[in-house]
């Protein structure tokens, strides 16, 4: 598992609790995703964006542990919720989601070898069907609290692999 340590600029966006700046485009320079899912997107506006709030305007305004998505479409899915109740409650007037619901969702609709990336004080269990690929450590400025991506993968089944062979008459699934 691979370590790195981040130093960014706090954010300017206007909307409260924005992404350290440029964070989102470097994590899309280094992975480069053809179908990028933003979870909790709030004010990004990159690639498919799902927010509950409405007036972010995000592509699909939902539920992120319940998202309207087919399994298996993101290369790459990049979650960054309200980190507790207090955060949730006093910035969005929303209720905490479940970080492993988010994870679970995000999971399910990346692709087999996508990544899930979570941005949060902790780092959480393992989603099933995932390797931990990366953490990455996020610092700010001096007394701002160390936030830290966490970096998945879903795991690739053999029936994933082009070079498979099927036996007839055999259950593989
Ligand atoms: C930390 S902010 C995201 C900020 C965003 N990364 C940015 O740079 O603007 C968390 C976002 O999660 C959204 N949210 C909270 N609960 C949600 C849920 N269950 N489903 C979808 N979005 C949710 C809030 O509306 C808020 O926009």
Not at 27 to 51: A, R, W
Not at 89 to 97: A, G, T, V
């Amino acid at each position: 598992m691979k370590t790195d340590f981040w130093m960014m600029h706090r954010s300017v966006a206007h909307y409260k609790g924005g992404l350290p700046v440029g964070l989102e485009e470097r994590l899309l320079k280094l992975y480069n995703p053809d179908q990028y899912v933003n979870l909790c997107s709030g004010s990004c506006i990159k690639g498919l964006t799902i927010d509950l709030n409405a007036e972010c305007r995000p592509t699909i305004v939902a539920d992120a542990t319940r998202v309207p998505l087919k399994d298996n479409v993101a290369d790459l899915v990049f979650i960054d919720p309200p980190y507790d109740q207090t955060y949730a409650k006093m910035l969005y007037k929303m209720k905490l989601p479940s970080t492993s619901k988010l994870l679970a969702e995000a999971t399910r609709i990346a692709k087999a070898g996508g990544r899930i990336i979570l941005l949060h004080f902790w780092t959480p269990k393992k989603p099933k069907g995932t390797l931990l690929e990366q953490l990455i450590a996020i610092q700010t400025g001096p007394y701002k609290k160390i936030r830290l991506l966490s970096i998945f993968r879903k795991n690739e089944t053999l029936l994933d692999n082009p070079n498979f062979i099927r036996l007839e008459g055999f259950n593989h699934e």
